[in-house]
């Protein structure tokens, strides 16, 4: 017996070390902002705060993002990758679809869903032409682009491509709150130095956030949904109609 | 966060047990009413008018052009520990009808399971619903779960508000902890096109007080319109919100319309659905316990 499991460490080390680095490597690339998916022109109502004078520097900044990601849109987006990545690995399709159609209803306002379908659709013709994941396109391929979002279709790619889910949460997540410290030095501005600061200190908060997304239990995604960045949601309906934009959402 | 909060809600013998001792079963409030309308010639009719409980429902002659309403009552004076109200409401093809509430809802403090009001509206093809109570009041430690199920057939007409206060301002009340668990969700033709929980646990002040959060506002409201012709509905409720006291802003997407409103209070947040109301009732007045 001790024989076989002394065998097994021989074989499987080398093939673990190289399917961690494959693994790393596709990450990166999906999750990079040369992965084509349009993010830099969404900064989900960060514009409407700077405009607003809620965010005016890096403290203030990285208060809104943790806002998000704690008990707004990003702790959702979270639920539901976790839930569809779990459909796709288990190959439920039927609660794949549930999935992917609470996450378009949970977008609730025009610019949220703008944002979040506008990269999926995206994320799925770059995935299909780019990624290499043969099975990926056939989970979602009932669904059109206005019923696909973001955190769905990155969500099977990953399950697809067999990339565990607390490595492919932390990714997703160090990819999304990216984006928003990106649009942050924009609008603020902040500076490179500040910008990359405010990253680092997400990286606790996101940490702890993958651990509670990664527990979560089986079940109903609506169950564990639920925020309250009020003056958030209000703002990305504001940003509809202020004067100034840069960015789509 | 919203871990901690689960864990408080699952079942817990030794917090089941407190509860049942500080409030005895048969103390504990229940309401429920089922209610629906239909249209016979043109004229609209109760068809089930089902009451239990806490839970009264006055049906006042319309006058002018109101729409005809229905108010709901709760005779127990609000929520308390272990309280549970279930509202029903169907509106059959064709008919027309508002439901309010006689009152604010009240939610004191519990201590363990909290209180519930579960809400499911069904409104047939070619109806025109609006489902209209006046605001809740979350007193210092309650706990509050809060589901509303809204389901749509095609062609129809909803219009709904949800307003949450936190304490009376003007009684000098104000909020510290509590949890708060309201959800809405909404089904057309049998595909879920509307889901949103607002969720508020622990130190509640403090919350209220992050500017993502509540931007020190103490009253807040979601209005939902859904019908074919939400977008249509857009630019004059963005006009009229002009008029708005408090934060407020409007969004439509996929047939719906929603309207988002913050304010420092109860008497500013009233004047901006009011303000938004009426818009979306389309000139008719509002059901008169809004007004009084």
């Known amino acids: 017996m001790g024989i076989t499991i002394t065998t097994r460490t021989i074989i499987a080390t080398p093939q673990a070390k190289s399917m961690a680095e494959t693994d790393l490597f596709d990450l990166m690339s999906w999750m990079s902002p040369a992965w084509p998916i349009g993010a830099f022109a969404h900064s989900s109502g960060l514009e409407w705060a700077v405009e607003e004078g809620h965010v005016t520097n890096r403290e203030t900044t990285l208060e809104w993002i943790v806002a998000a990601l704690e008990n707004g849109a990003i702790h959702n987006d979270l639920v539901i990758f976790v839930h569809a990545w779990r459909a796709a690995d288990a190959g439920d399709t039927a609660a794949l679809l549930d999935v992917a159609e609470l996450a378009v209803a949970a977008q609730t306002g025009y610019e949220r869903q703008l944002e979040s379908c506008a990269q999926g659709a995206a994320f799925r013709r770059i995935a299909i032409s780019a990624a290499g994941v043969s099975r990926f396109s056939c989970y979602l391929e009932s669904l059109t682009d206005e019923n696909l979002t973001y955190p769905v279709a990155s969500a099977v790619l990953f399950a697809c491509r067999g990339i565990p889910l607390r490595m492919g949460l932390t990714a997703w997540l160090h990819g999304a709150v990216s984006n928003l410290v990106s649009a942050a030095q924009r609008l603020v501005p902040l500076g490179q130095t500040d910008g990359q600061t405010v990253l680092r200190e997400l990286r606790g908060p996101i940490l702890a956030a993958v651990e509670n997304a990664h527990g979560l239990p089986e079940g109903d995604p609506f169950a564990a949904m639920g925020g309250c960045t009020l003056v958030a949601d209000l703002g990305c309906m504001a940003h509809e109609t202020q004067y100034t934009r840069l960015f789509r959402t | 966060m919203h871990r901690a909060i689960d864990t408080a ?15 005895p079963h048969s103390l504990r409030s229940k309401g429920a009413v089922d209610l629906s309308f239909h249209n016979r010639d043109g004229r609209l009719r109760i068809g089930r008018a089902y009451q239990s409980g806490c839970l009264r429902l006055r049906v006042p002659r319309p006058s002018g052009n109101e729409a005809p309403c229905a108010v709901l009552m709760n005779t127990a004076g609000g929520l308390a ?6 509202q029903r409401v169907t509106w059959d093809e064709d008919s027309f009808a508002t439901v309010t509430t006689q009152a604010a809802e009240k939610v004191y403090r519990a201590v363990a399971q909290g209180s519930t009001i579960a809400t499911h509206l069904e409104v047939a093809r070619g109806a025109r619903a609006e489902w209209l109570p006046q605001e809740t009041i979350l007193f210092d430690g309650c706990q509050l779960q809060r589901e509303a199920q809204i389901v749509l057939a095609e062609n129809v007409t909803f219009l709904g508000v949800e307003a949450l206060v936190l304490g009376r301002q003007a009684m000098g009340e104000t909020v510290r902890r509590g949890s708060l668990r309201d959800r809405m969700r909404i089904w057309r033709s049998g595909k879920l096109i509307y889901a949103d929980t607002l969720a508020l646990d622990g130190d509640i002040a403090a919350l209220m007080q992050r500017a993502a959060i509540g931007g020190g506002a103490m009253a807040m ?7 074919d012709g939400a977008s249509g509905l857009l630019e004059p409720v963005r006009d009229a919100l002009q008029q708005a006291r408090g934060k407020a802003a409007a969004s439509s997407w996929n047939g719906l319309l929603a309207v988002r409103l913050l304010a420092p209070d109860c008497d500013t947040l009233r004047h901006d659905i009011a303000t938004a109301l009426a818009v979306l009732c389309e000139g008719r007045p509002l059901p008169r316990v809004w007004r009084c």
């Open chain 2, 81 to 86: 520990e272990g309280d549970r109200l279930d």
């Open chain 2, 9 to 23: 809600y699952s079942d817990s013998p030794a917090w089941l047990r407190k509860a049942q001792a500080a409030v």
């Open chain 2, 221 to 227: 409201a979601v209005l939902v319109h859904a019908s």
